[in-house]
C-alpha cells in the first residue's frame, strides 16, 4: 500500500516543525503533499531532503489520494477543510481548536490517552491540544495516576510562537525599535509601548507580559484560559475538573511555561511527586528549566516540585515545553504514528 501524507499549513511555524521532524521520525509515507495558501502555492520547500512544490488549500484536488492531513492552518481553515479532506478519503490530525471540544472528535495526548484511538475516529477527525494544555497534561497525568487529582490553578507564560510565525515576528520587530533605548523604557514605559504597533498579541509584547490572548468571555476568562480548563477535563477524563487558568503571553520566542498548583485526594510529598514525574515517558525534571534552554527539545520538563506551604494534599511545579514540538508538532505526528499502528491509515 502506498501512503500519502499532506500537511496543510506547511509554510507556518508548526508546519515548518512538522517537514522537520517528519524525515526525523521516519513517518512511513511514499508521498508528502505540502499545503498553504494561495500566496504560497507554486513555491518549492524541502521536505526529507527533496523538493516539493506548495499546493493551494483551495485547489479543488487537493486532498485527491492523500491518506493522513495533518492541518496546521488556522481554526477557520480546519472547520472548513477537514470535513473536505474527510469526504476525500484522508483521516485528518488538527492542530487547531476548531474540533477539540467535539464528543465525536478524540483530544489525544499520546502518552495520556493514545488508548482512544483503538476505535477508528468516527467523525475521521483527531484533535491535537492546545499548546499549553499540552504542557501540563503529562505531568497532571503522572501525578493524577498517583496521587487523584481533585484540581489545579495554572499560570502560564507563553511564547510569542504559540501565536505562530507572525507572533514571533512581531515580538521581534519590536524589540528590534526598543533595545538601544533603555532610558526611555525605564522612564517613560507607555511612550515606548506607543513606538510600537502590535497586531497579534494585545499589547506591546517586547519588554513586557501581556495577560490576555484572545477573546475575554461575560466572567473574565479568555479563550486561551478555558481551553486550559475544557481541553484538561477531555484529555485526563474527569468532566468536573476544577480549574483555575490564568495564561500570560511573554516575551520568549518558542517555549511554554507553567507555574501549577495542584490538589490531590491523597496526601503528596515533593519527593513522591518526583518519583512518579520521572518515571513518566518522555517527561523530565530538571533544577531550574527555563524555556529558552529546553526549545529544541523533545521532552516535556518539570522543576521547582514543591510540597505546599499549607495543604499536604497539595504540589506546586513549574513545568516546560516547546511549544511548536510536544506542544503542536511532535504530538501531531505522534497521533499520525498511533492511527498508522492502529491501521486507521
Ligand atoms: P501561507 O504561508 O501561505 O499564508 P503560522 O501559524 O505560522 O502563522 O502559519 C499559518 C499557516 O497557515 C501557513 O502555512 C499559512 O500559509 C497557512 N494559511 C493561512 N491562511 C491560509 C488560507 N486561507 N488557506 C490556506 N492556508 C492558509
Redesign the pocket.
Known amino acids: 500500500m502506498t501512503r500519502t501524507v499532506a500537511i ?8 515548518r516543525e512538522l517537514r522537520r521532524l517528519l524525515a526525523e521520525r521516519d513517518l512511513p509515507a511514499d508521498e508528502i503533499r505540502l ?6 502555492a507554486g513555491t518549492e520547500l524541502t521536505v526529507r531532503g527533496e523538493q516539493v512544490t506548495v499546493r ?3 485547489d479543488p484536488d487537493v486532498f485527491e489520494g492523500v491518506d493522513l492531513a495533518l492541518f ?3 481554526g477557520g ?1 480546519s472547520k472548513e477543510y477537514a470535513p473536505q479532506a474527510v469526504d476525500a478519503g484522508a483521516l485528518v490530525v488538527d492542530n487547531s481548536s476548531a474540533w477539540r471540544l467535539d464528543p465525536q472528535v478524540p483530544l489525544v495526548v499520546t502518552e495520556v490517552n493514545a488508548g482512544v484511538l483503538d476505535q477508528r475516529p468516527p467523525r475521521g477527525i483527531v484533535a491535537n491540544p492546545n499548546c499549553t494544555t499540552m504542557v501540563a497534561m503529562l505531568p497532571l497525568k503522572a501525578l493524577h495516576d498517583a496521587f487523584g487529582l481533585t484540581g489545579f490553578t495554572a499560570t502560564s507564560f507563553q511564547a510569542a510562537g504559540g501565536a ?3 507572533g514571533i515576528d512581531e515580538l521581534m520587530t519590536q524589540a528590534r525599535e526598543l533595545i538601544d533605548d533603555p532610558e526611555l523604557l525605564r522612564s517613560d514605559g507607555a511612550a515606548a509601548a506607543k513606538r510600537v504597533s502590535h497586531e497579534v498579541h494585545a499589547a506591546p509584547l517586547a519588554f513586557n507580559v501581556v495577560p490576555k490572548m484572545g477573546e475575554v468571555d461575560e466572567r473574565g476568562y479568555t479563550d486561551e484560559e478555558m481551553k486550559l480548563q475544557n481541553e484538561s477535563r477531555k484529555i485526563l477524563g474527569i468532566a468536573d475538573l476544577p480549574v483555575t487558568p490564568t495564561c500570560v503571553r511573554v516575551p520568549v520566542v518558542v517555549g511554554h511555561a507553567i507555574q501549577v498548583r495542584a490538589t490531590f485526594s491523597r496526601e503528596v510529598t515533593a519527593s513522591a511527586a518526583l518519583e512518579v514525574l520521572e518515571a513518566f515517558p518522555n517527561l523530565l525534571t530538571d533544577e531550574l528549566p527555563t524555556p529558552l534552554e529546553w526549545a529544541g527539545r523533545s521532552e516535556t520538563v518539570v522543576g521547582r516540585v514543591r510540597d505546599d506551604l499549607v495543604d499536604p494534599q497539595a504540589l506546586n511545579l513549574w513545568v516546560t515545553g516547546d511549544n511548536l514540538l510536544k506542544g503542536a508538532a511532535l504530538n501531531t505526528l505522534q497521533i499520525a504514528e498511533e492511527l498508522i499502528a492502529r491501521g486507521h491509515a
Open positions: 496543510v499549513g506547511a509554510t507556518g511555524a508548526v508546519g499545503v498553504a495558501s494561495e500566496r504560497s493551494a488549500l483551495s496546521s492552518a488556522g481553515r505562530g510565525q507572525k
